[in-house]
């Protein structure tokens, strides 16, 4: 994969920026990097309020679906909430769930099973609810490319409200785009062409809680109880990857707070398997620790058991159940490393600027994460493909430049089923059409060899002896970190290894003491890209500079590196130190 590194160049009066609100000029560049411009916006994102979040009834259809709603609370009438497999699935079904039944409705959730029932409802889920008495369904995170689906509900006299955040389904017909919209009772999703609700990066726990929302303030009830969910709004934000800008970043700050005094048995239970230190939770633990536990039950066994966790009050079974959630997604970890290392070893056999990968034993419910690990490596589109039951499923990670969505609708033709958006999707096709589906998305691409080159913007180059314990400090003010919002990118060169160190049982842990052309000294720590770096000053410099570096001699290595400034305690010593990424 090629890299090109640029510098961020955005003009503003940081001085000024600075003064007003009283923060460094760094932070005030950083600040502008990230398109924060006019006091109004710096404000907000320096103070987020939760208080500012759009009015829920701003989404169209809001005031159908609380009608509904309490009118079949009142009634007594069965409700039953159908979610995704996923974390914002369980997430958003349990918000929903929970506040359903405190609010005194009767209701259960069905968390469909990843390989028997698929992705969203189905004529299966929806007869069977009606064979049990179901008077009203109610979706989250699926459900707006459920036509058919919504139709066949409707034939049997069943009230449907969807609550998704997938992009409308459309056919492109001579007078432009036609969107097809289920026929539901009502169709909460800010996708939609005409609905006003003003941010549209909100996930489907979010959707979900803002429904939650409006129907208990209809009811007349403190908006306390809405935010108590908010840690799971967080949870579901982060492991979808949502745009961390707006809403969600509000959403993210604020339920990272709220988990660290959050009393729920099953998310504490959670934490305490995963050897979390609650007081300082953050993104990192909910996107690559929480998250995939709870990910894990509806890849290797069923998200009812995520679903169960969340929902249990007895703390000696929600210890029982987080600990299996925890081996589950130990197992998922090993099987998607063996599934990696095969798709990338394909991937190198071919040329093209849309990679589809067919991984015959593969297990299907770890093809999107496969995809992304391929996608990272290679900064290419990337779908990966796993028999299943009379076809091929699979899931597809998309680059910026790609709208991975709209150019499979380009070839639905070749599917039996696939929906996602921008930088995802999924996708169920006959194993014949599989290398036809390879031909055309190359055919139909207009990725250039500019848009497939990694682009790394670097926010500024800051000297190491402009890090300080303050600076360290001051940059948790621009979290949460992630899509969207990511960690500063700082660079600085001519660096020299004045010490070598290589540690860690699988040797992917390199600590080193370098050094700048102003003879500043800091420690830097690299993670997991060990053999890259020694490949890398190995090929430049020789091995025997390298010997010189392990032993703290005098050596001829210099590089160029990004990084990111913290802050190392151990055993009560703290010390200022730089997480390098990548280098040159």
Known sequence: MKERWYLQTKKADFNEISRKFNISPIL??????????????IKKYLSPDIERLSSPWMFKDMDKAVDILKIKIAAGNRIRVICDYDVDGVCSGYILYRSLKKLGAV????????????????????????????????TCDNGI???????????????IIVTDHHEVPYTETEQGREYIIPKADAVINHKQKDCGYPFKELCGAMVALQLISALTESYGISKRDVYRLLPYAALATICD???????????????????????????????????????????????????????????????????????????????????SLKELNDERKAMTEEGTKKAIEIAKDYDDNVLVIYLKDCHESIAGIIAGRVRERCNKPVIVLTDAKDCVK????????????????????????????????????????????????????????????????????LPIEYISMNLVEELKTLAPFGKGNEKPIFADKNL?????????????????????????????????????????????????????ALLGQNNSITFMATFYPTINEFRGNIDLQIVIDRFC
């Open 241 to 323: 990857v949502v745009e961390l800008q707006g809403e969600n970043r509000m959403v993210v700050q604020y339920g990272l707070k709220m988990i660290k005094n959050c009393k729920d048995v099953g998310l504490n239970a959670l934490i305490d398997a995963c050897e979390i230190d609650k007081n300082n939770i953050d993104s990192y633990h909910i996107g690559f620790v929480l998250g995939p536990c709870i990910n894990a039950s509806g890849r290797l066994d069923t998200a009812k058991k995520a679903m169960e966790l969340l929902s249990e009050t007895n703390r000696e079974k929600a210890d029982i159940l987080a600990t």
């Open 28 to 41: 005030a560049r950083l600040l502008r990097n990230r398109n924060v411009i006019g006091d109004e916006n």
């Open 107 to 138: 209701v259960d959730v069905v968390v469909p099973h990843r390989i028997e029932d698929g992705y969203g409802i189905n004529e299966n889920l929806i007869k069977k609810a009606f064979d049990q008495g179901i008077d009203t369904i109610l």
């Open 394 to 461: 699979g899931s597809g990670r998309s680059i910026e430049e790609y709208d991975m969505y709209e150019e499979l609708c380009k070839v639905k033709d070749l599917f039996l089923k696939f929906g996602g958006h921008k930088m995802a999707a999924g996708v169920s096709l006959p194993k014949e059409n599989i290398e036809l589906l390879r031909k055309r998305l190359n055919e139909n691409s207009t990725l250039t060899e500019d848009d497939l080159c990694l682009k790394v913007w670097i926010d500024m180059q």
């Open 496 to 548: 020299k290894i004045k010490k070598l160190q290589i540690l860690g049982k699988a040797g992917n842990v390199l600590k080193m003491t370098v050094e700048n052309s102003s003879n500043y000294r800091i420690t830097a720590i690299m993670f997991d890209r060990t053999q890259e770096f020694m490949g890398f000053i190995k090929d430049k410099y020789g091995q025997e500079e390298i010997n010189k």
């Open 145 to 159: 490319a459920a036509y058919n689906q919504v139709e066949y509900a409707k034939s049997l006299g069943m009230t």
